[in-house]
């Protein structure tokens, strides 16, 4: 590791007034694991349990996927480690489980398959439950949810699942369910679900792509694809506020995240956690070392005024650079 990223690893995330902002990564390959703990990584905040089901040519078995689990659960503890139950269907296709459609993003996919395929969600969340014993540091966290109904069935099976394993005979705990918010339906609902989930984490590639309704995969509408457009950024900030009205925890995943600039307005809004790929962690570490909280804050007030993506993407970089 070149000596520059090992002293950042060792230095927090907090900004010149004192204010620490925890930073997790997204993972999906093995390979992920060790590079975001080199990276100094608190914790996985997403991690995209559909990657390894991807290279492969059939579903993985409860032991296959325990073993891989439990390799991310220890290579972590005690810090935390979200996985997402899987998410497929939309842009993840699994070659083994064809799904055709004709507009896919609005189609059968993330939660809607795994509810509608019990046993595909049972095999993963046991082996999830299973990879978690002694660690406990597991944390599990739903795609693509829409509706309240969605919320209560999953959860319903998680406890099924652990109340089986104690059965069994495994010594189980009970981990934090979150929800992610990836489309419009769940951003009005956030204080219904805060309500009834451990935490909320905002999948904001998705959410971007479902409220400017531009596929985020078509380079045709690539330039509409605006995660700094106003709406986006309004949605942002009410669902952190709506999520810390039921005093959760609220993080974001989305590549959003990831860029500098848009991680300062993120801790401005409120945000809890940042969670972003390896590769960009230091960049956003020193971005958020350079500023204060104050300084966030004006710029989150000057971006709400804007109406225009580009204008605040450029408003961003400038802030950025006067920062140092
Ligand atoms: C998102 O939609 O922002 C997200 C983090 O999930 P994915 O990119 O895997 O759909
Ligand atoms: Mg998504």
Known sequence: MATELQALHDLPAITTDGYRLPLWVNTGLAADVARSLERGAEGIGLYRTEIPFMIRESFPSEQEQLESYRKQLEAFAPLPVTMRTLDIGGDKALPYFPIDEENPSLGWRGIRITLDHPEIFMVQVRAMLRASVGLNNLRIMLPMVTSVHEVEEAKRQIDRACAELREEGYDVHAPPVGVMIEVPAAVYQARRFARMVDFISVGSNDLTQYLLAVDRN?????????????????????????????????????????????????????????????????????????????????????VRMMHDAEEIHQTLRQALRAFG
């Open 218 to 302: 078509n380079p045709r509408v690539a330039g509409l694809y605006a995660p700094y457009h106003p709406a986006v950024l309004k949605a942002l900030d009410f669902i952190a506020h709506e999520a810390h009205k039921e005093r959760k925890h609220v993080s974001i995943c989305g590549e959003i995240a990831a860029d500098p600039g848009g991680a300062l307005l993120l801790m401005a809004m409120g945000y809890d956690v940042l969670s972003v790929n390896a590769n960009n962690l230091p960049r956003v570490k020193c971005a958020i070392r350079g500023v204060s909280l104050e300084e966030a804050r004006h710029l989150l007030l000057k």
